[in-house]
């Protein structure tokens, strides 16, 4: 291989090598100019009134729904369903053991 071709390989590579920095850094700056927003609003619901005498015994969230498993004052249990964007009750689920 000549000078020559040995010298228009090295620039080829540079401008190669330079044109992917440039690419590397735009696609960063891409993807930091997509972010989401924060909630412009804090989250807040109303308070969630469990029976007098109820002791929260497990959570389980889910996109939308959040589950207490509660235990009652007279021993028996229950799952209480929340809708997580609003606080509001979906309803209660009696659990019994056979």
């Given amino acids: 291989m000549s000078i020559r071709g040995l010298k228009l390989l090295v620039a080829v590579m540079g401008v190669m090598l330079v044109a992917g920095v440039a690419a590397l850094v735009g696609a960063i700056a891409l993807r930091l100019s997509h972010r989401v927003p924060p909630p ?6 109303p308070p969630v009134a469990l029976p007098r005498g109820a002791k929260i015994e497990a959570i389980g969230a889910g996109p939308d729904r959040i589950a207490l ?3 009652l004052a007279d021993g028996t249990r229950q799952l209480v369903i929340l809708d997580t964007p609003t606080g509001r009750l979906i ?4 659990l019994r053991q056979d």
């Fill in 40 to 45: 412009a609003v804090a989250f807040t619901a």
């Fill in 69 to 71: 498993a509660i235990v």
């Fill in 91 to 94: 309803g209660t689920i009696p």
